[in-house]
């Protein structure tokens, strides 16, 4: 695949994987926009060779953007363990980074709703509910197996269906 | 009650995903390496540390060097005039038992002799 189909491909799917980075993110869109940006650039790099048209390419490209995310993720948390700022942290991560995502409170409500369910579980729904993704597209992507990805997905579904009736969500 | 749960949660995640499509920057702003706010906290971070190192290394390094490379000159260089010089009782060590007994005056006796004081009478 040439770097002017990529670039098509990338533009296609972009509102897509931009949602997905903010998942992965934890909904901090500066976060978001730069896990994007370097996936697309690894993208553009590796693509030709890296992508072997063995799945589809949003699942593929989400993959790439997942990885992307967890390694920006742990070398942030490495470097902020190593300068033992965890108050900044948690500064940047729930205040600042949140001032940004919760912009409307729609999306404020659903948001708050989705963290009661752990971030393996919400990952999983966001990419069959969200992404229409099937579920095996979902293990792919989440590198699990099909078997672990339908224990997150129904599990996830179970708890997040009880939050909703707890907060009264039961007809959205 | 499964069915009806899974449209709740797809009506959840519609209206979510109906809402990040709005907040979605353009894909060449992404594309272009245009540096993020989030990005440059991050950066933020580790300057400082990272200079005050620096500026650490550039001050001490140097005056580390110095200091060591003239504390050493001063245990190798040897002025000349003392390279000659040998102690007035250097002579005590190489002079074994009986000649020191020999040398030494007697208890009671003037370690002055007559033609000593003549000359410093003089």
């Known amino acids: ?172 | 009650m499964s069915k009806n749960g899974d449209r709740n949660i797809e009506s959840v995640f519609k209206k979510l995903r109906e809402e990040e499509e709005k907040i979605t920057p353009e894909f060449h702003r992404i594309l272009s390496a245009e540096k993020s706010p989030g990005c440059a906290a991050g950066w933020n971070l580790w300057w400082r540390p990272a200079a005050v190192m620096l500026l650490s290394a550039l001050i001490v390094g140097p005056v580390l060097y110095v200091s060591f490379h003239e504390s050493g000159s001063h245990e190798l260089e040897i002025p000349s005039e003392l390279e000659g010089w040998e102690s007035p009782t250097d002579f005590l060590l190489s002079l074994n038992d009986a000649s020191l007994d020999s040398s030494l005056s007697e208890i009671g006796t003037t370690l002055w002799t007559e033609e000593d004081l003549a000359n410093l009478e003089n």
């Open chain 1, 1 to 172: 695949m040439d770097e002017e189909s990529l670039r098509e491909m990338m533009h296609t799917n972009h509102t897509s994987a931009f949602a997905w980075a903010l998942c992965c993110c934890h909904g901090d869109r500066d976060e978001a926009a730069e896990v994007l940006h370097t996936a697309y650039v690894q993208v553009l790099e590796k693509g030709q060779r890296s992508f072997g048209g063995k799945s589809s390419f949003k699942t593929w490209l989400f993959a790439v953007i997942r990885n992307t995310a967890k390694k920006r993720r742990s070398q942030i948390s490495r470097r902020i363990a190593k300068l033992q700022s965890l108050v900044m942290r948690n500064r940047i991560q729930d205040g600042e980074a949140e001032s940004h995502y919760y912009q409307s409170q729609i999306r404020e409500k659903i948001l708050l709703l989705l963290r009661r369910i752990s971030p393996r579980q919400r990952q999983i729904l966001q990419l069959v509910f969200y992404h229409n993704l099937t579920l095996e597209e979902a293990a792919s992507v989440m590198n699990v197996s099909l078997g672990s990805a339908r224990v997150h997905y129904e599990r996830g579904k179970a708890r997040l269906r009880d939050e909703m009736r707890k907060a009264g969500w039961e007809h959205v």
